[in-house]
Every structure is written in structure tokens, then in C-alpha cells.
């Protein structure tokens, strides 16, 4: 596995730490997008620079991405890989009519409120060219032909559900389901590393909930599950949540997926989604 790290660097500042040549000046010509080594000497640099200039009210870097790159085998070889949706679209459901019980919901990080009416969306809205998607609050959607193809390949541990279109009066509509995990979840395991961002850990928790609900605003690393907790289905998801409760978002779950699972996307030619190796311990 070859990790990397990539920074969206103010252009103002990038003289720090980076040659003239070095990165990519996006469009607004504000900010370089620079792709690093993450064993590479200055990044351990980039927090320190980063804190000297929020102490004057400026910033350094305005946003991040670890890049994982594996090999086919180091992929065909993995017993669970962690399955991101790139493709992310808004409205969320909440702004489309969908109603949540927030009653049971924890009191101090907002986990684990229930879904209590079908997911309206604004189906418009979601990427057409993807067959997997989600809405910033991390509601998950499947086309209709992607689901039939997982029903007739035996894929376990997801079920379908109806979207409604925007509208207390909206019917159910035909290309989109929601995708809802029914395999039992799996622990974060203490390996696994979670914080604010690369350079904050958050050491002092104030992301992390008090009862074990949500362990980060984000993981860092690749994720370690507990095994005795795996029964084997295609897909499945984590027990401990990422994220935090801020209006429309919500802290959610991980998806995971068996080499099976994968094998099927790969075949189908999915595109737009982030895979990276799982570890069962």
C-alpha cells in the first residue's frame, strides 16, 4: 500500500514549506493542491506552520484527503474492505420531508436517531451516473439496476427501500432505492486512529462521545475491526459512528464489504467510490 496525502494549500502561504513549481494552482488561483508522501519530512511540518498562522486569524491548508493506493492483490487478498461513496449530493432527506425520531438520539453527541418514514430525496439531485451515492447526512442510495444485480448475485446483509420524491404527497419513484445494512455491526477497535484532521488528534475528546457513540470527527488510518463481531455478509457496517450533529449533518457509520461484494463492482465497472483495505483482529 502507497499512502499519500493531499492539501489544499492557501496560495498566499504555500511559500512556506513548498517550491514555486510544486502542486497544482486550482482555478479561483487562491489555493494549491499539493500531494505528498505521508512519510515525506515536511508534513510533519505542515501542523506546526498551520497553528503559528491560526494564531494570527490566517490559515495554512483549508482542507485535506488521505489517498490510499493498493495493489489488485493486495486488494483481492483483504477479508473486508471499507466502502466510500464519492459521489455525495444534496438536499439531505430532513430537508426533503424525511422525519427522524430524535428522541432516540444521544443527549451528547446526537447519534442514533431513528428513521421513522421513508427517505424523501430530491432525486433530481442525485449524480445519474452513479449507482451508489449518498446525501451529505450519509443516507445511502442504490440505483434500482445496481440492487437487482446484488439480489440475483446472493449479495447478504443489505436491504432496499423505498425513495419517495421531495412532498408529503410524493410517490415512490423507480431508479433509486435506499440502501440500508442489516448485517450486525462491527467494533472500532482502539488500532485504529481518528481525529479532527492529520495534524489534531483531538486529544482533549472534545469530538469523541463520552459514551462511545461517536470516536471522530474523521479516521486517519485504515480501520480495525473486531472479527468475533464479522458473521460473514457482504456487507455490513461499523458500530461506533464518525461525524457530529450540525444541522442537517449526523455522525454515521462505516460501510464495510466482502472481496465478494467487491468483486461484483469491480465487474459491473461502479465507479466514483473509495475503497480501502479493512483489518479483522
Known sequence: MRETIELRVEESEAWRLFRDDEGVVLPSGTVRKVTLPTDDERVSR???????????GQ?????????????????????????????????????????????????????????????????????????????????????????DLWQEHGITGADFRPIRGAGARAEPVKEWYQLVVTAPPLDILPATLTGNDPFDLDEDNAQRCPKGHVV???????????????????????????????GVLRPHPLLL????????LVELKVKRLDIEVAHLA
Not at 257 to 264: A, C, F, Q
Open 216 to 246: 471522530g470527527l474523521n479516521v486517519l488510518s485504515e480501520l480495525s475491526l473486531r472479527r468475533s463481531d464479522y458473521d460473514g455478509s457482504d456487507l455490513t457496517w461499523t458500530r461506533q459512528q464518525l461525524g457530529m450533529r450540525s
Open 257 to 264: 464489504m466482502s472481496p465478494k461484494l467487491h468483486g461484483l
Open 46 to 56: 505542515v501542523r506546526e506552520i498551520d497553528r503559528t498562522l491560526r494564531q494570527q
Open 59 to 147: 490559515l495554512f491548508f483549508a482542507g485535506w484527503r488521505i489517498l490510499r493506493h493498493y495493489s489488485a492483490r493486495e486488494l483481492k487478498s483483504a477479508e473486508l474492505l471499507k466502502l466510500g461513496m464519492a459521489a455525495v449530493f444534496e438536499p439531505s432527506g430532513e430537508e426533503c420531508g424525511t422525519e427522524y425520531d430524535e428522541a432516540t438520539a444521544c443527549t451528547l453527541c446526537g447519534a442514533g436517531a431513528r428513521q421513522v418514514t421513508d427517505l424523501s430525496l430530491d432525486v433530481r439531485r442525485i449524480p445519474q451516473r452513479a449507482d451508489l451515492a449518498r446525501t451529505l447526512s450519509h443516507e445511502w442510495v442504490i440505483s434500482a439496476r445496481l440492487a
